[in-house]
């Protein structure tokens, strides 16, 4: 009797362990990046920071997107085993966002992200300043966005998390011809997409004041840092 109570005891406690793997929900990491000829090793000492910082609070291997070449190997196949050479920037176009868009299309068609994965965006360009959007996303399991919106409703797009079935949904919505004609911004969609998400699927959103992220820009012949409180 002892024997079969302990049994028992033994399946139940791997029942329950099952269960609470499955209500997991891992979390992703996708980085954009361009590797341009004309800014390749200042963008690589950048996305090198990036991805050492995510390392450091314990996020490796993330899945990484280059819009610009069409295969590798380069110095970020040194630090990802999920590699992938888009090659859909299209140096003509007026609006980058639209670049941006494709690549993240090409990213969801590539790697396998499941619906409930929640899934964090970042341009490689930027980088983690404190631990703290982690752990929103990290101690806020059942949200399915964690942004941060800006005062004319934009959601700043180069660090977001957004719940896998939902990233998808936003992709699929985004007319890029429309996009880049009327020249509408990446931000500007989200903010919208997240608006309406939240009216017809009731999503849980987490807005953030401050994501304590930083970054070095190139722009106007130098370079610039900046970074978000």
């Known amino acids: 009797m002892k024997t ?5 005891l033994g399946i139940s406690m791997l029942a329950a362990a099952q269960a609470e793997q499955q209500d997991a929900r891992p979390i992703k990491i996708i980085l954009s990046a361009a590797l341009l000829e004309n800014e390749f090793e200042v963008r690589k000492g950048h996305y090198i920071t990036c991805i050492d910082i995510l390392k450091k609070y314990g996020y ?5 997107v280059d819009s610009v070449r069409s295969s590798g190997p380069t110095f970020l196949d040194d630090y990802s085993s999920n590699v992938l050479y888009s090659c859909v920037n ?4 007026l609006n980058k966002g639209v670049n941006e868009a494709k690549s993240l299309i090409a990213a969801f ?7 409930d994965d929640m899934i964090i965006k970042m341009t490689g360009r930027y980088y983690f300043a404190s631990r703290n959007f982690l752990n929103e996303v990290e101690n806020n399991p059942d949200a399915d966005a964690v942004v941060r919106v ?3 409703g934009n959601i ?6 957004l719940r896998g079935k939902y990233f998808k949904e936003f992709l699929q919505s985004i007319n890029l011809e429309k996009m880049e004609k ?6 500007t969609l989200m903010g919208n997409y997240l608006i309406r998400a939240r009216s017809e699927h009731n999503i849980q959103v987490v807005y953030l004041d401050k994501l304590h992220i930083a970054a070095n820009v190139w722009g106007w012949g130098k370079n610039h840092f900046f970074q978000y409180q």
């Open 90 to 93: 299209d140096a003509r176009l």
């Open 156 to 161: 700043l797009t180069g660090c977001f998390a």
């Open 150 to 152: 800006e005062k004319n």
């Open 182 to 187: 009327d020249l509408v911004c990446i931000e």
């Open 60 to 64: 490796q291997n993330p899945c990484i």
């Open 4 to 8: 079969r109570l302990l049994v028992l």
């Open 109 to 115: 068609n590539h790697f396998n992200f499941h619906d």
